[in-house]
């Protein structure tokens, strides 16, 4: 690369995105500073172009660059994709070298402030958006994506790295909700590249094996292919390969490690494991090599894209990157299908209905314990519905409950704090294994049907005390409190309640409602308090997610209140 790259993105990025920044705060003369920050800006929605496909307008729009932006030049929301696109941009007109410890430093600062929800420390631009990064920050469904853009040519240092490592770690705790990308000069040049020249994917040289072909009414063909090919183009293309995909790749999810541990352990059972891969494609062609041979076939497809198997393709390819020896021995099964002759809007039926048939899920097999039926059998005698199949309705919800409030419930209500942070992180993590903990300390012979509705009663009592402080409240400290930490708050008050009085039928839950809410509102304060002297930097949708954090923060409160428990004592 040169500097006549960097003159050719400065040139498509200027006359891009000059005429949509906003650059009514950039004073003094039109000198060479005075450029370097208008191409700052530039840069930094021509990154946000590349990376989340937005209009030129949109990604100008997103520019926060200036005094007070506390390292962030640029904040995007796509609530398609569910994701909070950051980003830091700077230009060097010389195309060399790469960000400094100090420019990491600022933007490393500004992500823990905006997560934290410290918006004073932020100029009006990003102000203006609060509500919206708010709300996306503390939904479960996003996750943060860190865009570094640098016209440089060099990779970041390794201190730099080092210090980017420690930091994703850091965030991602208890699940992978923070992804890393540095844009250098070469990847700038492939955006502009793509922009340029239209983005399509073709491969060739694909090798299937025992393949066979699908003629009718539109041509497609199918088989086995190796994983480390597959490796190769996440390596290659990455997530430019989902582009028509339904859900991106979630990085660390349980179905995610178990496929990975497959990898690892046992390559040769991943093809009877996995579902596959599905490409849709332009064209698709064999080529005459190993003609007419089933065994092997060698082909070429224009314009790809994978819209069924996110999952697989990108554990495959982040795991050939740990342990390439065991995934080249793995086999994937892989379905092209040719667009050519398909009628106008094939293409998303495809994609549509691979991605929503429906799946059974570890809650599914709740349904074969006989202890959910009895419970449904002596509830109902008090007009009680409890719906613990897939497809069962409640009419009024005031007089029935889920299997998942019920597992919420007793997940928080039990001593064992581990529970009620399971039931936040993954609730799906409770149900895994019928036979045996955690769900059997939950779900087991001694379990009453009558307490237990009383307990999702008192439950609903504290989650609504938690869903009206983030109602009423404006945005401040605790509202991340009663959002993030509502299973630990639950947990917490409940542990205070003498068992004896979940018992007890001859006091109505409603009647101590109040004192309920009111105790709740107590445990946030206190909650609130700890997390700030103990994990001030510290995300809170990863830190309630961290069970030994929520010990230490349980721990912590019995110390301040006391062992006994207080609330409605005999």
Known sequence: MSTIHVQRIKKSALSRFKDFIDTSDISGPENEQWE?????????SFTLSGFCDVSDEIAAESITDGFGDNGL????????????????????????????????????????????NRFDNFNEKIKSKRERIFNAIHNAEYNLVLLISYTGTNDLSQEVREAVDSFILKMNDTSEIFEFHPCNQKKLYEILLAHQTGEHINIEEIQLNNWGKHEHPYESFFGEINAETVAHWWERFGTRMLAKNLRKFKGKTNVNDSMRLTLQNSPEDFWYFNN?????????????????ERNIGIFKCTNASIVNGAQTFGSIGESYKAYPDMVKNAGVFIRFIQLENTPDGYANKITRYNNTQNKIEN??????????????????????????????????????FTVEDATIALSCANTDVDLSTMSKRELGLLWEDIKSPPYTSLFNTSLK????????????????????????????????????????????VLQRIE??????????????????KSYTEEIVSLVDDIIKKKYPSDYPNSLFKNIKKCKTISENIKIRLGIEKTLFPE
């Open 276 to 292: 596959g891969i599905t490409i849709l494609c332009d064209s698709i062609k064999k080529s005459p090599a190993y003609s007419p």
């Open 363 to 400: 809650k599914d097999f709740v349904s074969l314990d006989p202890i959910h039926e009895n419970i449904r059998r002596e509830l109902v005698l008090d007009d009680v519905v409890y719906a613990y199949k897939s497809g069962d309705i409640i009419k009024n919800p005031v007089q029935g």
């Open 73 to 116: 030049d640029a904040i995007y929301i796509d609530n398609v994709e569910k994701s909070i696109n950051l980003v830091q941009s700077k230009w060097n007109e010389n195309g060399t070298g790469s960000i400094s410890m100090a420019d990491w430093l600022k933007y490393q600062k500004g992500i823990e402030d905006l997560v934290n």
């Open 499 to 516: 068992k004896s009085y979940l018992h007890d039928e001859r006091i109505e839950v409603d009647t101590v409602a109040d004192k309920l």
């Open 449 to 492: 049907s009558t307490y237990l509705w009383r307990l999702v009663r008192v439950y609903r009592i504290i989650n609504e005390s938690l869903v009206k402080y983030q109602i009423d409240k404006v945005i401040d400290d605790k509202i991340l409190t009663t959002i993030h930490g509502n299973r630990l708050v639950t947990h917490i």
């Open 36 to 44: 370097k920050n208008i191409l700052s800006r530039c840069l930094a």
